[in-house]
């Protein structure tokens, strides 16, 4: 059975750094590429950033990029999402999703629970 | 960026209704070199994670009712639920990923009456 569990959320000052896990098992993590989904507080799911099955490519929003850094542990079948200087704008539940695939073309075929990231003074 | 577009943003249907919902997409997406439109559909029922219903505009996923159909080609896609059931409360959100950043619909809210 294919799980995605999420870590590290929590309550964070604007300006400040989290990096959220994502716990994978139940399939050979290194052939599909893995994504960051979120979804701000009673809205719609926007997606944030992706990585290939090695990690060599990385892809991201623009209203992340150079903030955030997407990385993957294969050895670990761990996924991560480095936050830096964050913005009360980034408040939402992030959830760790897999795409269906080895590339990034590939719709979200699992989806974690999600980890609740809260931005505020 | 490609836009979205979903509509209704809510519907309220009586168990056992037929109900459509759309979305459009601002660029089309149908790849020509493997003629597949990339877009999905997704169910997140209250307090739940999304989950996978339809990928290439109209492939069912395994376990999902055949009551979902999706269908629909380059711009204009339609989710169908034949007869709708109680467990069917959602909002369902269509996604292309054609390209990035890839984008999601802001969702339409299905109600049971």
């Known amino acids: 059975e294919v799980q995605l569990v999420e870590s590290g959320g929590g309550l964070v000052q604007p300006g400040r750094s989290l990096k959220l896990s994502c716990a994978a098992s139940?399939?050979?993590?290194?052939?599909?590429?893995m994504a960051w989904v979120c979804q701000a507080p009673t809205k719609g799911l926007e997606w944030v950033a992706s990585?290939?099955?090695?990690?060599?490519?990385?892809y991201y929003r623009d209203s992340v990029k150079g903030r955030f850094t997407i990385s993957r542990d294969n050895a670990k079948n761990t996924l991560y999402l480095q936050m830096d200087s964050l913005r009360s704008e980034d408040t939402a539940t992030y959830y760790c999703?897999?795409?269906?695939?080895?590339?990034?073309?590939?719709?979200?075929?699992?989806w974690g629970q999600g980890v609740m990231v809260t931005v505020s003074s | 960026d490609i836009v979205m577009t979903q509509t209704p943003s809510s519907q309220a249907v009586s168990a056992g209704e037929k109900v459509t919902m759309s979305c459009k997409s601002s660029?089309?997406?149908?790849?020509?070199?493997?003629?597949?439109?990339?877009l999905a559909w997704y169910q997140q029922k209250p307090g739940q994670s999304p989950k996978l219903l339809i990928s290439?505009?109209?492939t069912r996923e395994s376990g999902v009712p055949d009551r979902f159909i999706g269908s629909g080609s380059g711009t204009d896609f339609t989710l169908t639920i034949s007869s709708v059931q109680a467990e069917d409360l959602a909002v369902y959100y269509c996604?292309?990923?054609?390209?990035?950043?890839?984008?999601f619909g802001s969702g339409t809210k299905l109600e049971i009456k």
């Open positions: 999703a897999r795409h269906a695939g080895t590339g990034s073309s590939y719709y979200f075929d699992y």
């Open positions: 139940g399939f050979t993590f290194s052939n599909y590429g």
């Open positions: 990585i290939s099955t090695g990690g060599g490519n990385t």
């Open positions: 660029q089309s997406l149908l790849y020509s070199e493997n003629k597949k439109n990339y």
């Open positions: 290439w505009a109209s």
């Open positions: 996604e292309q990923y054609y390209d990035t950043p890839f984008t």
